[in-house]
C-alpha cells in the first residue's frame, strides 16, 4: 500500500483565496483524521471521520474551514476565504480500529504546508 | 483522556540507549500509554503502546510503573536517525478516535 497519500504537498495563495486540501486514506481504513500543526500550537486535531461520517469537528478553527469525505477513498479540508493566521501544515491520517484490544495505529501522510500571504 | 508531562529537549550520544521519561499521574484504569514521534518535515509515526505491561517491539522498550503514573520509551542503540520530537500520549480504550498531542520531547542524538 501506498500510505496515505496527500495532495499537494506545498500551496501558496494569498489571503481571502479558496484553499482545498486532498486526503487519500489506506485502502480499508474506515477512520481518517485532519490534523493542523503550528510553531505556536503544536499539532492540533480538526476533525475526524468514520465510515466517511464526521464524528468531531471540535477542533476545526471557524466556518472558513469544512471538510467532507464524500466516499471510503478521498477526503477534503476546505478553507474559504484563507488568511495568513492559516499557514500551516496539515496532516491527513487514517486508521482500521478492528484490531485486538485497543490497538489503532494512525498513519500519518506526508502533510500539506500551506502559506497564505 | 489524561494528560502527559515530558521534558522538553534531551540529548543522546549516538549508539547509546535514550530513555525518554513521562509523566501521566492521572491515568486511569482503562486508558493505554502510546508513543508517536516525528522526524522533522514529516508527518507522526506510531512507535509503541501498552497497558500496564512492559512493551518491546523492534523499534523500541516501554516501560510503565506498576501505579501506572508513569512510564520511560527506551530506544536501546540510538541513531542518528532517531533524532524527532517523541510524542507520549494517553488514550482510553473506548476512545478510537483522537489523538491529543503535547509539546513532546525534541530528542537530539549526537554523534
Known amino acids: 500500500d501506498a500510505g496515505v497519500i496527500q495532495s499537494p504537498r506545498h500551496e501558496v495563495t494569498e489571503m481571502g483565496q479558496e484553499v482545498t486540501l486532498r486526503c487519500k486514506p489506506i485502502?480499508?481504513?474506515?477512520?481518517l483524521f485532519w490534523y493542523r500543526q503550528t510553531m505556536m500550537r503544536g499539532l492540533e486535531l480538526l476533525i475526524y471521520?468514520?465510515?466517511?461520517?464526521?464524528?468531531?469537528d471540535s477542533g476545526m478553527p471557524e466556518d472558513r474551514f469544512s471538510a467532507k469525505m464524500p466516499n471510503a477513498s478521498f477526503s477534503t479540508l476546505k478553507i474559504q476565504p484563507s488568511e495568513p493566521r492559516d499557514s500551516a501544515v496539515y496532516f491527513c491520517?487514517?486508521?482500521?480500529?478492528?484490531?485486538?484490544?485497543?490497538?489503532?495505529?494512525?498513519?500519518f501522510g506526508p502533510g500539506t504546508r500551506l502559506t497564505v500571504l | 483522556d489524561a494528560k502527559t508531562t515530558q521534558p522538553t529537549s534531551m540529548d543522546c550520544a549516538e549508539g547509546r540507549a535514550a530513555n525518554l521519561p513521562c509523566n501521566h499521574s492521572?491515568?486511569?484504569?482503562?486508558?493505554?500509554v502510546y508513543w508517536y514521534r516525528q522526524i522533522h518535515s514529516q508527518g507522526p509515526q506510531y512507535i509503541i503502546h501498552?497497558?500496564?505491561n512492559n512493551e518491546t517491539n523492534e523499534m523500541a522498550s516501554l516501560i510503565i510503573t506498576e501505579d501506572r503514573k508513569s512510564s520511560t520509551l527506551i530506544l536501546p542503540h540510538a541513531t542518528l536517525r532517531d533524532t524527532a520530537v517523541y510524542y507520549c500520549?494517553?488514550?482510553?480504550?473506548?476512545?478510537?478516535?483522537?489523538?491529543?498531542f503535547g509539546q513532546g520531547t525534541t530528542l537530539q542524538v549526537k554523534p
Open positions: 501498552g497497558l500496564k
Open positions: 471521520f468514520n465510515n466517511n461520517v464526521p464524528i468531531d
Open positions: 491520517a487514517s486508521t482500521d480500529p478492528s484490531g485486538v484490544g485497543s490497538y489503532n495505529e494512525q498513519f
Open positions: 485502502s480499508g481504513h474506515d477512520y
Open positions: 492521572t491515568i486511569s484504569g482503562n486508558e493505554y
Open positions: 500520549i494517553v488514550r482510553s480504550s473506548s476512545n478510537t478516535g483522537k489523538l491529543i
